[in-house]
């Protein structure tokens, strides 16, 4: 059974910096888009980074590009995402969540097809 877990969240100041992890196990994530998504109380869960299978391709929500970076290490079955130039609004639950996709030319996918999530990790921004 394929397993996601997150871990670097934290509390920190605006303008500070984080490294968000996610490891794998039981699963190759080499077969899968994996994407960052965080979620606040009675919000949806909305996508701020994708990454295709290989790492060509990256995609991200308008409030992150430029600030935030995804990328992948198949060799060690694991994704980051490296978060700059924090502020408030990015304070929530991060969840690192992979999609099974038979082609290396996406970057996100319908969120129904992202079977797999990890339990999440707090990120606050606080000054």
């Known amino acids: 059974q394929g397993q996601l877990v997150e871990s670097g969240g934290g509390l920190v100041q605006p303008g500070d910096s984080l490294r968000l992890t996610c490891a794998a196990s039981g699963l190759t994530l080499s077969n899968f888009v994996t994407g960052w998504f965080r979620q606040v109380p009675g919000a949806e869960r909305e996508l701020v980074a994708g990454?295709?299978?290989?790492?060509?391709?990256?995609r991200y929500a308008d409030s992150v590009s430029g600030r935030f970076s995804i990328s992948r290490d198949n060799a060690k079955n694991t994704v980051y995402l490296q978060m700059n130039s924090l502020n408030t609004e990015d304070t929530a639950a991060y969840y690192c969540?992979?999609?099974?996709?038979?082609?290396?030319?996406?970057?996100?996918?319908?969120?129904?097809?992202?079977?797999?999530w990890g339990q999440g990790t707090q990120v606050t921004v606080e000054g």
């Open positions: 969540a992979a999609a099974e996709v038979a082609t290396a030319y996406y970057a996100a996918r319908v969120r129904s097809e992202y079977k797999y």
């Open positions: 990454i295709s299978r290989i790492g060509t391709i990256t």
